[in-house]
């Protein structure tokens, strides 16, 4: 058999002549081709560099912020007021959760948590992420993870405790879930106590977990300590105190404020109601307001002391000047003053001693508006006290040039204008501080405070003496007197206002006061007290309020160890001088 040839140039197709154009079209397109791509290449790696990293890093690297440890809240002796404490928080990524029989209810009964709305958390398979509960105790973050459930995570964060609880907590406040504060101290120095987060650069795969470093990690600064003036053990004892006497009086509330009067620091600072900061379920107004900062009233006869001091100051009377009082009421422009009943012929001094509104109305009348209302706001009133705190409030005291002569009688024995205690407190350093007002502070400070001077060191020593008379027998409030320590202070039991007036004799509401110091020859302490409402009987402050200085006085001066400068007990009357309103 033959083998036939094929002849390839038999075929039409394979005879004719292929131009040479198209082929140098063909080699020069693969060409540009190339080109393009080495182009791109050389486009993406070296001059788009940067923006592609970056859509990189978008999709693939993260940010994980490192937590700064929350600075610690100290008192003066360096006992903790507030720390925080690690308390990892649960996370999952519902769809990659994977549980076993029985793990459910496990990790429900750990997290506390009803387990429907465990399982409506985990539910969702679209989510990547979700919180399932923050801040947990150690020992129960260990216990879950103890479980191994795939899809369970933890992160490091911590949370505030405060070992003195109710008893500080107007002082201290409380941080919210992310750490910052929302009240007290926690709200005031929050960026101090906060400190700086750190941070690390991670390679997450798709599901959010972290499997690579990238770059340096800059390490958390940690907040800083902060020192305050609180001494907790006379905190906790004031709080005691005054939670006793609106309970044992069935008072609305109350507060007391401690002062140190050499340095004007604030030993304590306590509220009744309160609550504890670290379990806030169920908080109600009226636990969280820091009434003896943020509450004014008319403070009634603790205001005398000023009127008396600025009739000594300017020389129109002297201590032993006689005023008559008689027969115990005064009209003014129609309106008409009462004495809880009458005294006839009082010297200045009695007249302070027995809370005389008729007396300090007649002083008052005396002197121009200018003068009593410059003296006034010396005294911090109709000011906001300048100390770190949130909320604190200026009261009111409204300008001279509007004030009547039954206005200027009234203001003159506390009524027409409003204080908090706190400016109570802190006004009444005139009479402890050589006649000089001085700073209050919540820090922690050795230096002695320096003032704006007020009154004279005379006058001030005079008034204090006058003091000493309305604290002891004879006065309105000799509950003040106390075991071993000389004290001095004013009672006041004002009307609360209620609507545009000040209710009848069947429905009046009280708030009773006591602002004093001790020793009252070198006064130590100023001690402030406050009962708003008290309705088991008994409303006048040199009641209600009186024993809990005289408590809180012994109390404190022991722990700072003063020492006693009487030897006795002073007797004290079983009643006292009613006061006036």
Do not use: C
């Not at 793990?103 to 429907?116: E, I, R």
């Not at 069935?250 to 600072?269: F, H, N, P, R, Y």
């Not at 005064?330 to 009458?342: E, L």
Request: hydrophobic fraction near 40%.
């Amino acid at each position: 058999m033959t083998r036939r040839g094929i002849q390839y140039t038999s075929s039409p197709l394979l005879a004719s002549r292929t131009p040479v154009w198209r082929s140098k079209f063909v080699v020069g397109a693969i060409a540009l081709g190339f080109t393009g791509l080495v182009a791109r290449a050389a486009y993406i790696q070296v001059y788009a560099n940067d923006f592609f990293i970056k859509q990189g890093e978008v999709r693939f690297a993260r940010t994980i912020d490192l937590p700064a440890d929350r600075g610690r809240i100290l008192d003066r002796n360096g006992l903790i007021l507030g720390s925080s404490v690690p308390a990892p928080s649960i996370w999952a990524i519902p769809e990659d959760v994977d549980l076993e029989k029985g793990q459910l209810s496990q990790l429900a009964k750990l997290l506390d948590m009803p387990v429907a709305e465990l399982s409506k958390k985990l539910a969702d398979e679209d989510k990547t992420f979700v919180w399932i509960k923050r801040q947990v105790d150690a020992d129960i973050a260990k216990k879950i993870a103890e479980l191994n459930i795939k899809g369970i995570y933890q992160r490091k964060e911590y949370k505030r405790q405060y070992p003195e609880g109710e008893a500080a907590a107007h002082i201290v406040g409380f941080t919210n879930v992310e750490d910052n504060g929302q009240e007290g101290v926690e709200l005031m120095f929050n960026k101090e106590l906060l400190g700086r987060a750190g941070m690390r650069h991670v390679i997450k795969d798709r599901l959010g977990r972290a499997v690579e470093n990238v770059g340096e990690v800059v390490p958390p600064v940690p907040g800083r300590d902060l020192q305050l003036s609180i001494d907790s053990k006379v905190q906790f004892f004031a709080y005691q105190k005054l939670r006793d006497a609106v309970t044992t009086h069935k008072a609305k509330a109350g507060s007391v404020v401690v002062l140190d009067a050499i340095t004007g620091e604030v030993l304590a600072l306590a509220n009744y109601p309160s609550y504890t900061p670290d379990k806030r379920k169920n908080l109600t107004g009226e636990q969280l307001r820091n009434r003896a900062l943020t509450d004014t009233f008319e403070p009634g006869s603790v205001m005398k002391p000023f009127t008396v001091g600025l009739a000594l100051e300017t020389g129109r009377v002297k201590p032993t000047t006689m005023i008559d009082t008689a027969p115990g009421t005064i009209t003014i422009t129609g309106a008409t003053i009462r004495d809880s009943h009458p005294h006839g012929m009082l010297t200045v001094e009695q007249v302070l001693q027995v809370s005389s509104n008729v007396g300090t109305t007649k002083l008052a009348m005396q002197m121009p508006a200018s003068e009593m209302w410059q003296t006034f706001s010396q005294a911090g009133f109709g000011q906001k006290p300048q100390v770190e705190f949130p909320g604190v409030v200026s009261g009111r005291l409204r300008p001279y040039k509007s004030w009547r002569p039954i206005e200027q009688a009234t203001v003159s024995y506390g009524y027409g204008m409003s204080a908090s205690l706190f400016q109570m407190v802190r006004s009444y350093t005139v009479f402890s501080h050589g006649g000089q007002i001085i700073p209050a502070t919540l820090l922690k400070t050795t230096t002695p405070a320096v003032g704006v001077q007020v009154f004279s060191e005379q006058t001030a020593a005079r008034v204090r003496h006058m003091l000493k008379m309305a604290a002891g027998p004879g006065g309105t409030a000799p509950k003040a007197q106390t075991i071993g320590y000389s004290v001095g202070g004013k009672s006041g039991t004002a009307y609360k206002q209620i609507g545009k007036g000040y209710g009848s004799d069947g429905n009046r509401k009280y708030r009773s006061w006591f602002v004093g110091m001790a020793p009252i020859e070198e006064p130590r302490i100023i001690v402030g007290v406050m009962l708003d409402e008290p309705s088991a009987g008994k409303y006048y402050g040199g009641e209600v309020a009186a024993p809990v200085f005289s408590e809180t006085v012994q109390q404190t001066l022991r722990m700072l160890g003063v020492q006693p400068d009487i030897a006795v007990q002073p007797h004290i009357q079983a009643s006292a001088v009613e006061e006036s309103f």
